[in-house]
């Protein structure tokens, strides 16, 4: 896979599209990133959309919701980690 960042806009937006390298269907995906400050930190919303035949076998039909839980998994290592920094005192506020 080739993954290119399209936006980066630090503690607000960020963005990637990727295309399966090798695949002749054209298969590709666009994952975006929406970060709003909040008093207790920030709100992340996250939303990918993908098109081509090797997500639907791979996501679609091989493994049906990874997308989602592999975006869960994604949210909570990055909340995880974030609270760490603060912990260690390496941040005291993200935004």
């Not at 990637?16 to 400050?37: C, F, L, M, N």
């Not at 996250?46 to 997308?67: D, I, N, V, Y």
Request: charged content about 20%.
């Amino acid at each position: 896979m080739s993954v290119v960042v399209t936006e980066c806009v630090p503690g607000h937006r960020l963005a990637r599209a990727t295309t399966v390298d090798g695949d002749e269907t054209g298969s590709s995906a666009y994952h975006g990133w929406v970060i709003t400050p909040t008093a207790d930190g920030c709100h992340v919303l996250t939303e990918e959309t993908q098109q081509g035949s090797w997500f639907l076998e791979e996501l679609g039909r091989k493994h049906p919701g990874a997308l989602y839980r592999y975006h869960q998994l994604w949210v909570e290592r990055l909340a995880r980690a974030a609270e760490a920094e603060v912990a260690n005192g390496r941040v005291t506020r993200l935004f």
